[in-house]
């Protein structure tokens, strides 16, 4: 594939976490992708944050944005999904770092007709303090820093940051959308068109990405695992609240047992009111 790779990156007041992101992916070994940063309402911090990076990336950085009205992450993805111009979507939380391999090996897995899903390891509200304010480079760590570190407690497994040659073992869960998660989460812009994207019914935390693999999975669109190859690794953070997640899973549920392959309200529905600030 060789096809401009658009990284859609989430993020919400989170200046640190974003940078160390934007870090992590200017290391890329790959160097045909460009950045959508999908700013779900942050104040101006953010804005000058990425103002700088679209100075000196060296790669394409955009940023879309929408005012704060609570938690609207999908909605916030749909305007980046919007502004990316790659025939392939990456989406990566903005607390996630990448290993300098993580979009070459994207590039690896990614296949016609199939989503490819990743997973992540946990890093500690300690060591998450060390990487944001002491410097540390986990993402650029050889195996034995990461020994270490698990065992002092300080990252959850070691796992995630295995390189397997899996091969047709990878599609084995090619129905199934129950662990698939948009932190790591690779899709075909075709496809998310076919399906129109992200629900942005969905508000609060929680469930917004997997009424999205059901629907691609409806569509005909079939899962390949990611895991022990695209790894990213999570910062610590404080659980989101969760007030509105019921509510959400009963509109997954509904979705599960309708036949709905297009979102209620998504690409279609989404007229841009935030364009980036900068050519």
């Not at 000058?48 to 944005?65: E, Q, T």
């Not at 500690?124 to 304010?133: D, F, K, Q, W």
């Not at 407690?153 to 295995?162: C, D, F, Y």
Request: aromatic share 8%; hydrophobic share 40%.
């Amino acid at each position: 594939m060789a096809e401009l790779i658009s990284v859609i990156v989430t993020t919400y007041n989170r200046e640190d976490a974003l940078a160390a992101v934007l870090r992590s992916l200017s290391q890329q070994s790959d160097r045909d992708f460009e950045v959508v940063v999908a700013d779900d309402g942050s104040g101006p911090a953010t804005k000058a944050l990425v103002k700088a990076w679209k100075r000196g990336a060296g790669f394409r950085v955009a940023h879309v944005w929408h005012p704060d009205q609570g938690f609207r992450a999908a909605e916030a993805r749909n305007r980046a999904i919007l502004e990316s111009r790659g025939r392939y979507c990456v989406f990566l939380d903005g607390d996630c770092l990448v290993r300098p391999d993580f979009l070459a090996v994207h590039r690896r897995l990614a296949e016609a007709g199939w989503f490819v899903s990743g997973n992540r390891v946990l890093l500690s509200e300690a060591m998450t303090g060390r990487v944001l304010r002491g410097g540390l480079r986990p993402e650029e760590w050889g195996w034995r820093r990461w020994i270490w570190a698990r065992r002092n407690g300080e990252v959850n497994r070691l796992s995630a940051l295995l390189h397997l040659p899996l091969g047709s073992l990878r599609h084995l869960r090619s129905r199934g959308w129950q662990g698939a998660r948009s932190c790591n989460l690779a899709v075909w812009r075709a496809d998310l068109d076919r399906i129109d994207g992200f629900d942005a019914d969905y508000a609060g935390w929680g469930k917004e990405d997997s009424d999205l693999i059901v629907r691609l999975l409806r569509a005909g669109v079939r899962r390949k695992d990611g895991n022990f190859a695209t790894g990213v690794i999570h910062l610590w953070h404080r659980e989101a609240e969760r007030t509105l997640l019921p509510q959400n899973e009963g509109r997954l549920a509904r979705i599960i047992a309708g036949g709905e392959v297009r979102a209620r309200r998504g690409l279609s529905a989404l007229t841009m009111t935030s364009r980036p600030e900068d050519p």
